[in-house]
């Protein structure tokens, strides 16, 4: 297994710091190769804008074709393009992160806005009367396999089902269907800490062991059912989910589960 | 009526760029007042880290805690500081950005990471049996009104009910409720443009006059109904929405909206 583990938090020394070191030493010592996107400690840039793009950079800037036009033409940034090779490099994507006001903090949706260009992540494949491009389900990063593992300081009642903060299943679902089913990753569902403001030593041993199993089952563990695109459960152009293909009831974001 | 405009987009000449204009230019011919946080132009920092905390920062850093002891301390740094000093100026505040990955530009989500400190938006007031700090209808914010300007590429099919994407009201809930209605804010239902890859100058014309009516009516438009936290709908501490309260069938995020 070829993992890229694409880690966001300022201190080392923090619960997302020790969570993705343990996942470096048990993929490692179970012998798969893991290279790590340390953002923080890269520095990485976190807005996008046109210095991006070099030359494919036009005035007045257009971001998404502007970046589909730098990625064609190898223009784009170094730094850029050192995460798109890591991405086609892993089998495994795993991300690190605190959910900060109900998402990733904004180092790490920089990397997204950065990384995940027109041509690359989005804008790929055939769009026609039967097709509406390479997406959800398909795409650049087919075949590859996703995770996020989140802290939250609030416990978990507040992220039920009838939790004030809503669903984490449906908090997570912009990055999870959005961002990483979008170019074609199968995403697992997601390794979540609770209560992370306040753990005690036996809290993080749990979660500690929690994390492994969840690190030692990667290649096993079913992905999330979502629809692909293409395959007859949407109308196309429209993109409007079929009636009567979801369970009785089923609306809002789980429409696109199957099941 | 103050208004603090929050504007991300990294082209002056961009579809946001010309909504974020008509809104000065709409506002202040009516006699408003109007402040712009131009975030690309101010070359905002998006990522959270201890430099922000000064002296607050402790080793290792902790950021929910130091941000709050540097909030009160008054040692937050000056760009952060100035954000917030606006938002107590303001009694409406407007967000004018294009969707990204179906969430705010890293830029603005860096704004909020930084600006909404603890002690400022979080963590503020008692939290006993009976009240879980003063949030979700009240906080340091509230009696403001916001609103979010969005455009997004795709079409309004691929976000309705049964879109591809999920419904624009859920992708925007962690912003509407968790972001903006957490710290206290009234949040007005959002403007939002869809196929803004491809708008023509009609398409443009129209926009522009959609936009205007809803600056012009800003002062009388109904908020979206959030639940007030500490009123009785939820349980205390679970914070879980009390049973039997929703409409019939009403799931996930809508069940924090009444009625």
């Known amino acids: 297994m070829k993992t890229l583990i694409v880690y966001a938090h300022p201190e080392p020394r923090s619960l997302n710091g020790s969570l993705k ?31 991006d793009y070099g030359t494919a950079a036009s005035r007045p800037l257009k971001v998404a074709r502007d970046s589909g036009r730098a990625f064609d033409t190898g223009t784009l940034t170094p ?7 890591k991405l086609l490099w892993a089998d495994t994507v795993l991300f ?9 903090p904004a ?28 997406r959800f389900g398909e795409g650049t990063l087919a075949g590859r396999r996703a995770l996020l593992s989140v802290t939250a300081g609030g416990p978990e009642s507040h992220y039920a089902a009838r939790g004030i ?26 390794f979540v800490v609770y209560g992370a403001d306040r753990m005690t030593a036996q809290d993080y041993s749990d979660a500690a062991e929690g ?49």
Chains 1, 2 share one sequence.
């Open 79 to 85: 730094d850029v393009r050192a995460e798109q090779e």
């Open 107 to 134: 180092i790490l949706k920089g990397w997204v806005d950065r990384v995940f260009t027109h041509r690359f992540a989005y804008g790929v494949g055939e769009h026609s009367g039967t097709r509406y491009g390479d």
């Open 165 to 190: 903060n809503g669903p984490m299943d449906d908090l997570l679902f912009p990055l999870h269907h959005g961002v990483l089913y979008h170019p074609g990753m199968d995403v697992l569902p997601p």
């Open 211 to 259: 994390w492994r199993q969840r690190l030692l089952t990667l290649g096993t563990t079913e992905p999330i059912a979502f629809r692909p695109q293409n395959h007859g459960d949407y109308e196309i152009p429209s993109l409007r989910l079929r009636e009567g293909l979801e369970p009785a009831g089923r609306t809002g974001f789980g429409l696109h589960v199957r099941g």
């Open 21 to 51: 070191d343990l996942a470096v030493s048990t993929l490692e010592g179970a012998g798969h190769q893991v290279r790590v996107s340390d953002l923080y400690a890269m520095d990485w840039k976190a807005s996008a804008d046109a210095a």
């Open 96 to 104: 690190q992160f605190p959910l900060w006001w109900y998402t990733v």
